[in-house]
């Protein structure tokens, strides 16, 4: 139970990353409850697939998804910094991604 209580104390509410076994897939959303089983209800929902033909991205709304079809969650990449990775200047840098911007 101490981790489900830090995992929620950490993220619930927060919009999430969540990669998933199907091949270049992810789900950004907020979390919004869990269970010990990892199973996830997500809202605000939006798959995200990579594929060769480049980034898709659809609404999917509120959606509860199975823990065993999930590789990882992480934070929002807003909240999220990596240390180690240093620009030109000798300033600390951000990831870079773009996985979250909107697509219409």
Do not use: C, H, P
């Not at 010990?36 to 060769?52: S, T």
């Amino acid at each position: 139970m101490a981790i489900g209580r830090t995992l929620s104390k950490a993220i619930l509410k927060d919009k999430v990353r969540i990669k998933l076994k199907i091949w270049n897939t992810y789900v950004v959303g907020k979390l919004k409850r869990f269970d010990q089983y990892m199973n996830l209800i997500v809202e605000d929902a939006r798959e995200i697939y990579f594929g060769r033909g480049g980034k898709r991205s659809k609404a999917l709304g509120t959606v509860m998804i199975r823990g065993a079809s999930i590789i990882f969650i992480g934070q929002d990449r807003e909240k999220l910094m990596f240390t180690g990775t240093i620009d030109e200047d000798g300033k600390e840098s951000r990831y870079k991604d773009d996985m979250y911007e909107e697509e219409d």
